[in-house]
């Protein structure tokens, strides 16, 4: 009995109300990526059914961006907004919901005012920017660690040909090696101050490029070297097919990175940088390996090994008694 006389005495306030309701955010953010912005407007307790009845108004700072007029089925947009947008069959269900493009949504408060027939009501959206980062901050640490990883590894390739590998390494070939390995560092240093964590831009995407694109030569460095020190192996060969792998990985993933703001494909990328890393360091502990069991143990080596040996037994004793 209490609850159907409530029931009654709510519907009769709702009824007599002449207040529309809103139930969308009050906030929006837009970012770098957002071409279109949606501000959003939309009311619950539509009731008529009549387009004729209705009237949408959205205002900047006081003044009308777009109008809608049922009654006259007109649209007005100010020269400011031209891109103002509803989509009108949309505003029947409530929804009067505004889109601007990107260049005309101005950050600030919106006010969407609808009415319907007698009722009427108006919300305040208010639009702020957001900063959304390129890649998150593990991604871009590992995207620059990577490769200047892979590059120390080279170099280390590097000093092991010209100290371990003298006579098969003319000058000039060595010279060649040189100023390879000079351009590939430089161009990812270079790279790497352009790539600045922060948001999608072309400078950022040119660093990560820079960064990227030159690892092949690692992959031409690691062939030369292997080819000066001890020619072709199956193992250096399947070393070097490693790393042209992650490099295909890396370049598809820089390809698919660059092409949107907010790129889901960085652990692609970054998978591929750290095969080419790993194979870098697999070809430094092999070309090591080599060196080593090319030459008959040095007599220097002894005198090492006489103290430990030493060391050892008498650690036996210890543990002896
Ligand atoms: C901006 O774009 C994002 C998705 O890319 C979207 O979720 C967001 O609603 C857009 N912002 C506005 C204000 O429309
Ligand atoms: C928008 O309105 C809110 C609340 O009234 C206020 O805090 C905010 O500063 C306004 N924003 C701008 C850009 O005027």
Known sequence: MWRLAAMLLLSSVCRGSAQLLFDSPRLVEKNACNHSVLLPCSVTNMELNNIRAMFVRWKYKGKDIYTFDGFQDKVTISSDFQSASIF????LSGNSSLRLSDEDAVLGNYTCEVTEANREGEIIVELRYHVVSWFNPKENILIVIFPILAILLSWGQFGIV???YKANCPSEKTFGLIISGIILTL???IGAALFIPGEYSI??????GLIVVPTLMLVLL???VFMTAFGMTSFAIAILILQLGGYILAAVGLSLC????APTQGPLLISGLAIIALAELLGLVYMKFKASNQKPPQPPRKAVEEPLNAFKESKGMMNDE
Not at 88 to 91: A, E, F, G, M, Y
Not at 258 to 261: A, H, N, T
Request: hydrophobic share 50%; aromatic share 8%; glycine share 4%.
């Open 88 to 91: 009108v069959p949309d505003i």
């Open 222 to 224: 690691q062939y030369c």
């Open 258 to 261: 660059v092409m949107v703001c």
């Open 162 to 164: 010209t100290l371990k």
């Open 203 to 208: 400078k950022n995407a040119s660093g990560l």
């Open 187 to 189: 161009f990812v240093i």
